[in-house]
């Protein structure tokens, strides 16, 4: 199927070289952004997962596992050039895994949109932004509290209290840089899809 959209108005539903493409720009995203996570460019990695599972949920059996591949490569990569050990890196514990189930949020979220998604409308808009912001929560409570609870890196004594402090003190910086990459995606898929109304219609009018 060569359209965005299915006859009935389901799921995004994409020619393959359209698919591919997809991937492609979200993977180089994902490099572009990961390099530094706290660069004034963050990482965009948790919008990716969320775009991905949009876009290519059909294809999941292999999209998903070629990103967390990514994703570990370039923390590989990273870690290596600065000339130290990928598993004594303050970030890298028991809990590093545990992005593998934050990112599957992400992914379920995007993927859950995709099978409600009729085109433009309000609607959709506020199942986007609803859908997004149960699968960022979900994300962060995993990752922060997995690192917080595992990783060695956190002092102990441990305690709920300070981990519910923990939680807040990340919390806004995540939601406002993930909030902010979500939105630019929004606009840009709205303007693809109007753009993609009017080509035809431009296209019709001039016969």
Known sequence: MNSPTSATGARPDFATTTRYGIIALLMLVMA???INHFAPLPDASWVVFFAAGFYLSRAWRWVFPLLVVEAVLVDYLVISNQGLSFWQHYCVSAAYWF?????????????WLASTYRGLGMRELALACAAFFVAF???????????YWLSDSVPLPRSAG??????GDWY???LRSQGIYFAIGTALHAL????????PAAQRSER
Do not use: H
């Not at 929560?137 to 690192?147: A, D, V």
């Not at 300070?162 to 939680?167: C, K, M, R």
């Open 99 to 111: 992005l593998v189930p934050s990112y599957l949020a992400m992914w379920f979220g995007g993927s």
């Open 192 to 199: 693809i899809v109007m753009f993609g109304r009017a080509l």
């Open 137 to 147: 929560n979900l994300c962060y409570l995993i990752s922060n509290g997995s690192f």
């Open 162 to 167: 300070a981990w519910f402090a923990n939680l």
């Open 172 to 174: 806004p910086f995540y």
């Open 32 to 34: 572009g952004t990961r």
